[in-house]
Each structure stands twice: as C-alpha cells, then as structure tokens.
C-alpha cells in the first residue's frame, strides 16, 4: 500500500524551461510534505517543504503547490538547469510523527543542455 | 563539521555473516533513523531513535537490529545476511527546531551486497 506516490519514474526537459514533478498521497492525515534531492552517489539533500496550512511555497527556483482536496503536489523549478538533473524525492509525514516520514519512489529529472 | 558519517562506504557480504554498519553524526540530533533504499524503490525505514537509549522499529526492520548508547552514534547490525538485505543503507537525523524544522540530513550511504 504505496501511501506516496511518484507515478512518473523519469523525465526530461530542456534547460531553461519549467520542470513539474508530481506526487500523490492517499493518506488524509499527512500535513506537511518535503521534497528531497538525490545526486548518484550521495545521501538525499532537502529541497523544500510546505505544511497542509499552504497551497505554495517558494524557494528561489523551486515552489511546492499544495492541493489538498486532490492530495496531489507538485515541485515546479523554473528555470530548469542541467544541475538540477538528479532523483526527487517527494515525503510526508503527519503531525508529531517525524518518524513515519514516507517517501515516494522517485522521479528522475534529466534537464538537457 | 562532519555532519552525519557512514562506514563502510561500500561492502559485499556472504550468505550468513554478519557485520555491522556504522553511522555517527555531530549535530546533536536527538533523532536518528536508518533507511534502506533498493533499486527503483522509495526510502524504507529500518529503525529509528529519538534519543540515547532509545530505539523503534520501522517499517522492515525484520533481520536488522540497532543500539543507541550515546547521541552520536546509531549503528545498524546485520546478524545473518540474506541477498534480500542487498541495498543501499542511509543513516540520517532529523532537525527538530527552528525555521527549517523538519527536514532529515542525510550520510552518504553504504553500498551492500550480499552473495
């Protein structure tokens, strides 16, 4: 019983334009959502996060858009750099259960020169 | 600052030994976790601790068992190695205050294969 889901296992954008990654949850109590990076090789890093009292959060680049009532998120990077090609992670936890974070598969993001 | 420190890096493994995977951190995180990662999968918890002395099991934890006699170190033992336990390893602490509350630091990992 997958609780996160990445359903796209890859993909592959231009640099410059806009790359969507996307993630499902099936859990209603989760209330706050992270996004990881993986290089090969490395540990994952943390990227952004955004808690169930938003719809969006903005980092730079990157912003997480929350939509509860389809517990479905996404993390757009705008605009897309040939750096940013690694594994995303999409997590989520419920309140006070830092311990019961969930991640998703993974998404592979190839940002092409 | 060392952040959180995995060894060994890489290691193979027969069917039935056993070893140890060492993670050491100088954050001082209260919480610490071991996660396995196999090829194509998510991150699955093994084991996690919120403090000295204290250890829960995850969600596989089955064939694994830790220890935390001090806040530093967190190491994973391996008692009987199956080929199903060949994956990757990441040891990680969580940040618990402050505006980036919340977000796990992760080691580099341990690369284990068992034949």
């Known amino acids: 019983d997958q609780q996160v889901k990445q359903n796209s296992p890859s993909l592959s954008v231009q640099e410059g334009r806009i790359s969507i990654l996307n993630c499902d949850y099936t859990?209603?109590?989760?209330?706050?959502f992270l996004w990881y990076k993986k290089y090969p090789a490395e540990g994952p890093t943390f990227l952004i996060s955004?808690?169930?009292?938003?719809d969006k959060n903005e980092d730079g680049r990157f912003t997480v858009f929350l939509n509860k009532s389809a517990k479905h998120l996404s993390l757009h990077i705008v605009p897309s750099q040939p750096g940013d090609s690694a594994v995303y992670f999409c997590?989520?936890?419920?309140?006070?259960?830092?311990?019961?974070?969930?991640f998703g598969k993974g998404t592979k993001l190839t940002v092409n020169p | 600052n060392a952040g959180v420190t995995q060894t060994p890096k890489f290691r193979i493994l027969k069917i039935g030994q056993s070893m140890t995977l060492q993670c050491t951190q100088d954050?001082?995180?209260?919480?610490m976790y071991w996660y396995r990662q196999d090829p194509g999968m998510g991150l699955k918890l093994i084991y996690y601790?919120?403090?000295?002395?204290?250890?829960d099991k995850g969600e596989v934890p089955n064939g694994y068992n830790v220890s935390r006699s001090t806040t530093e170190d967190f190491p994973l033992r391996l008692e009987l190695a199956a080929p199903s336990q060949t994956s990757v390893y990441f040891c990680?602490?969580?940040?618990?205050?402050?505006?980036?509350?919340?977000?796990?630091?992760f080691g580099e990992g341990s690369r284990l294969t068992v034949l």
């Open positions: 990680a602490t969580l940040l618990t205050s402050g505006r980036r509350a919340g977000e796990l630091f």
């Open positions: 955004i808690s169930s009292i938003k």
């Open positions: 954050m001082n995180h209260n919480y």
């Open positions: 601790s919120v403090g000295a002395g204290i250890t």
């Open positions: 997590a989520a936890q419920t309140q006070g259960g830092s311990e019961k974070l969930v």
């Open positions: 859990n209603s109590m989760f209330d706050y």
